[in-house]
């Protein structure tokens, strides 16, 4: 069984680029981009051997209004000639925009695009699949081009100021992930028929421009604070992950705040209301930490470096019971409420020990008792 042969216009683009990855990974599949600097008959070539057209390129902020006919219109109009010529009929689908639903420049040029491919889907029996995109963002959108979320991560990740005009309008997103995901729909039959009008995406996401701005200022400081957003949210899970993405390659690691006493040193990793708080300690040979107990709060402990004795004892019991533990067996102890506990270094060397605790730690209200075991 031959390939399939995938055409992208706009490979070098936002979108396009991340479909050319998804698509290059895909086992019988064989890609071809086509960008501003292909060559010439790139595009023709391309179109008589496709088994699917992904009709990615497009301009939305041209130096002139003209290059919205130019582009989103004529290119769109000469791809479906071509096909049209050879006679071929491969799956069909176009990137447009809900702003194909105005009448600003941008808008109608989308919009004339759309019924352009559609009217070649009807006239030929080709599937054709116009797809009204919101704002998309996600990893290699450009700043101050793609779309606003690329701008704040952009300016936010760099410690520039972000200037939001009208905090509280409210922006229509999807995430580049879902985009992909539903274009590669078409070649695995996951993927509506192709209908009479344009198909919108979902998901949807919506937030003001104000509470954009304020939780990418959240990702920026919970690289100080430990604070991680809530990741059962599946937008702050992709704004996240898009924030990283646009952090400087050469800013990527960063230093814990570390509290150090005689005993070694105590680190907090990760903290979130919703998971709890991971934190990191380092103890030196023969120090026992602990001899306190929670009434609500859990914890676990592993030991990833040294050995330790771990103790515990319910607080109305007598009878302890101990967990010899090293470093070279990944081994969890669970900590429940009402047991007083210590961890002692019986080691030759530093006892580092990973924490989970399944609350955030609170200087108000740290539901920590002090209790010899």
């Known amino acids: 069984m031959s390939d399939l042969r995938v055409l992208v216009t706009g490979a070098g683009g936002f979108i396009g680029r991340n479909m050319m990855v998804a698509l290059e990974r895909r086992s019988g599949t064989d890609v071809l981009g086509i ?3 292909s060559a010439p008959d790139g595009l023709e070539k391309g179109l008589a051997a496709a088994d699917a057209v992904f ?9 002139r209004d003209a290059e919205f006919a130019d582009v989103n219109v004529e290119l769109t109009r000469r791809i479906c ?11 069909f689908v176009l990137s447009s925009s809900t702003q194909a639903a105005l009448d600003n420049p941008y808008g109608i040029s989308k919009r004339k695009a759309e019924e352009i491919v559609q009217a070649f889907g009807k006239e030929t029996g080709a599937p054709v699949f116009a797809y009204r995109l919101p704002g998309v963002f996600g990893k290699w959108s450009r700043p101050d081009y793609n779309s606003v979320v690329a701008t704040f991560c952009h300016r936010t990740a760099r410690g520039l100021p972000v200037s939001v005009s009208d905090p509280a309008r409210e922006i229509e997103l999807a995430y580049i992930d879902d985009v992909v995901g539903a274009f590669l729909g078409h070649l695995d039959g996951r993927a509506p028929r192709s209908p009479g009008a344009p198909l919108l995406m979902e998901p ?9 701005a304020e939780t990418l200022a959240g990702f920026r400081d919970g690289r100080r604070n430990g604070a991680l957003p809530d990741m059962s949210r599946p937008l702050l899970q992709a704004l996240y992950a898009t924030y990283l993405s646009y952090l400087p390659a050469g800013e990527l690691a960063y230093a814990l705040e570390q509290k ?8 907090e990793i990760l903290k979130s209301a919703p998971l709890g708080q991971v934190f990191l300690s380092r103890t030196r040979p023969g120090i026992t930490r602990g001899h306190h107990y929670h009434d609500s709060k859990v914890e676990k402990f592993i030991v990833v470096e040294g050995e330790a004795v771990i103790r515990l004892r319910p607080i109305r019991g007598e009878d302890a019971v101990e ?6 067996e990944f081994r969890v102890v669970d900590i429940p409420p009402g047991y007083t506990h210590a961890i002692e270094n019986v080691g030759a060397g530093d006892l580092v020990v ?20």
Not at 55 to 63: E, M, Q
Not at 206 to 212: E, V, Y
Not at 260 to 267: F, I, K, Q, S, Y
């Open 323 to 328: 967990y010899r533990v090293t470093g070279r």
């Open 55 to 63: 009709h990615l390129a497009g301009v939305n902020r041209p130096g």
């Open 81 to 91: 000639e071509a096909l049209r010529r050879m006679k071929r009929t491969p799956i």
């Open 35 to 37: 960008d501003v600097d």
């Open 354 to 373: 990973l924490f989970w605790a399944n609350q955030m730690f609170d200087p108000e209200h740290p539901d920590t008792y002090a209790l010899k075991i």
């Open 204 to 212: 949807i996401y919506r937030i003001s421009l104000g509470a954009l």
């Open 260 to 267: 150090v006493d005689p005993r070694g040193e105590l680190a």
